[in-house]
């Protein structure tokens, strides 16, 4: 049902995993979704990802920080 816990938790995931990949705007319908499906209890995880993708959408720090690997390679190849 898409009211159960099961439905919040990939409502949450696909919002995030939009957020990670810059698409704020896809991503905060459904991380607004999510706060409302979840328990109460899950609110303090969703929050900052909401406030997160509206901060993207207003063109402050948005987009998924560079990971670990792809700053070694960047830098690896600026060496060569």
Not at 16 to 39: N, S
């Amino acid at each position: 049902p898409r009211d159960s816990v099961t439905f919040g938790y990939a409502t949450f995931n696909l919002g995030f995993a939009l957020l990670k990949t810059g698409q704020c705007r896809a991503a905060l319908p459904l991380l607004k979704k999510a706060l409302k499906i979840e328990a109460t209890g899950q609110a303090h995880f969703i929050q900052p990802r909401i406030r997160q993708a509206q901060q993207c959408l207003q063109g402050g720090a948005s987009g998924p920080a560079p990971s670990q690997s792809s700053a070694a390679s960047a830098g690896s190849s600026r060496a060569q």
